[in-house]
């Protein structure tokens, strides 16, 4: 029995192979030869059938490409990605030759795709972007299931936290057919994160339900990632009972699958709606299966890992043990910075750039072939003034690209630096919130005779920790000086200019009346009590320029600059 089934796949997989062949043979237009593109036409060839695809009658024209698209897919399928990277490289050299640029453009699109999910990030995307100058809005009728196409462009620019070309991909995608229903199915769960990112979540759960429903034609394991994703959807909206429900379904899929990171990113989620309904030993037991899913199987990822120390924050917070959650706010901090040096948000503009200059160097090639051909001779006058005008537009088109990618990356630099600065204002609110409770609990406590709060807690000695955790200094302020120079551009030069008689101590409550701190938040940061805070208010308030007959409030001068 054993020998007649490996005979029965032989044959099979010969048959296979020579149908394979027969359609390379058989293709003579473009029309023709991206159908073949789009098809599924990844099968493992034998040798015999590699050896068919690279003779004499597969040298040329579209059977060529044919040929070693089949011969590329079939390394990808045998995990060769250089093998493969290397015969489409040769169908793409033919297709530039003949000018088949619509195939050229889908040859860097299926490279670019294969490259991409290879971890071959940087050359992936170079080849994406050749489809894109190639495959222009214009052409996408001509490309069969182009809606793959776009969503995958889609999918790589949210990757890359361009969120809004991102959108505009995906959802073109969905006015044109796919080549799967996968695909389909990828293209609605990445608009359901990209609005969840974006914080719209009825769009989120629209999205996310509708890939749901796809999923259902496919396995169980893509229904459970989306159920997980519905879950976060409705947790953003607040339908925590919806939420619970789907994240429910995540873990236990997840589980069965052996897929620890998504499980214990579920009772994660799981865990912020616990502890937002106050249920706070509910919430402990999840931290704890967290926990022993974490070290029994090493999956642990930066974002989770500051997602369960914040969530220990709060339950310890909840349950009044301050001490522990300040030491647990210091790993929270410690993972939030983490998360930020391995986020920084990336941009495709400089490999865009590339891709442009590639293009255009390899237009004038052409431009310069044509010249030296008899009918580019008998027109050298007219050519010759083309050309100029091509490379006049040329350097134009650069120093624009440029200069947009200059501002593209300032604006990159500017998110960051925006973000940097509020995750330490969060961090600060977070210890002040622990400060407050802290303080009133022992406040009650001494009325009552005690120093300290049950446990045997040395709890005065926690609350001066934490006042020195939140104090501002001399190494913050001078980063707080370069974050706020990138966020709000010559702040302190537009201050010391309208205000030149400003000490240092001022300076600094100026800048943090910018940042909308309150009282309170002030107090903690400069060390003194909110009086004091209220009486500097007042002693600046007589330094204020005047306009007019009056001095300037504080508030207005601070929204000039």
Known sequence: MGLLVRCLLINIASVTGQTIIDKTSRI???????????????????????????????????PFIASRVVLAKNAITGNKIDASDAYYEQAITLCQEREWGLV???????????????????SGVEHLLYARELITPASYTAIPGCGSFLAFMGAVYSDYKDYAV?????????????????????????????????????SSIWASSSALEISKKLNEDVYGQMAGNLGVGYLQKGDYDS??????????????????????????????????????ASAEALLKRVDSIYSAYHCSVTLHSLYYYQYRVKANRLKGNYQQAVLLQDSADKYNQLYMSENQASSLHNLELTTAKKVSKARIALLESEKRSQVFSRNLVIALS???????????????????????????????SDQQLKNYLDNIREKNRILEELTEE?????????????????????????????????????????????????FFVKLTHKMPDL???????????????????????????????????????????????????????????
């Open 28 to 62: 003579n237009s473009q029309e023709q030869m991206l159908s073949f593109l789009a098809s599924d036409t990844t099968s493992l060839l034998s040798k015999a059938d590699e050896n068919t695809l690279t003779g004499k009658n597969y040298s040329h024209g579209y």
């Open 104 to 122: 050229e453009g889908y040859l860097h699109y299926q490279l670019g795709k294969a490259l991409y999910k290879h971890g071959k990030t940087a």
């Open 166 to 202: 991102g959108l505009e991909y995906l959802n073109t995608s969905l006015q044109y057919p796919f080549q799967n229903t996968l695909d389909e199915y990828y293209a609605y769960g990445t608009l359901g994160l990209i609005y969840y990112k974006l914080n719209n979540a009825d």
């Open 243 to 280: 939420a619970l429900f789907y994240l429910a379904i995540d873990y236990r899929v997840s589980s069965s699958l052996h897929n620890w990171p998504s499980a214990g990113g579920s009772l994660l989620m799981q865990t912020k709606i616990l502890l937002q309904q106050g249920k706070v």
């Open 386 to 416: 083309i050309f100029g005008i091509i490379i006049f537009l040329q350097v134009l088109y650069r120093n624009t690209q440029k200069r947009k990618n200059e501002k593209q990356m300032y604006e990159l630099k500017l998110k960051a």
């Open 442 to 490: 022992l406040g009650r406590h001494k009325e009552n005779g005690s120093s300290s709060l049950p446990g045997g807690e040395a709890d005065w000695e926690t609350l001066a920790k934490i006042k020195n955790s939140t104090l501002l200094t001399e190494q913050d302020w001078n980063e707080f000086v370069q974050l706020i120079d990138i966020v709000y551009p010559h």
């Open 503 to 561: 000490t240092r101590s001022e300076i600094r409550l100026f800048t943090l009346i910018k940042l909308n701190l309150s009282n309170k938040e002030m107090s903690a940061m400069l060390g003194i009590s909110v009086d004091s805070v209220l009486k500097a208010k007042q002693r600046v308030k007589k330094k204020m320029p005047f306009n007019g007959d009056q001095a300037m409030a504080i508030e207005d001068l601070i929204n000039s600059i």
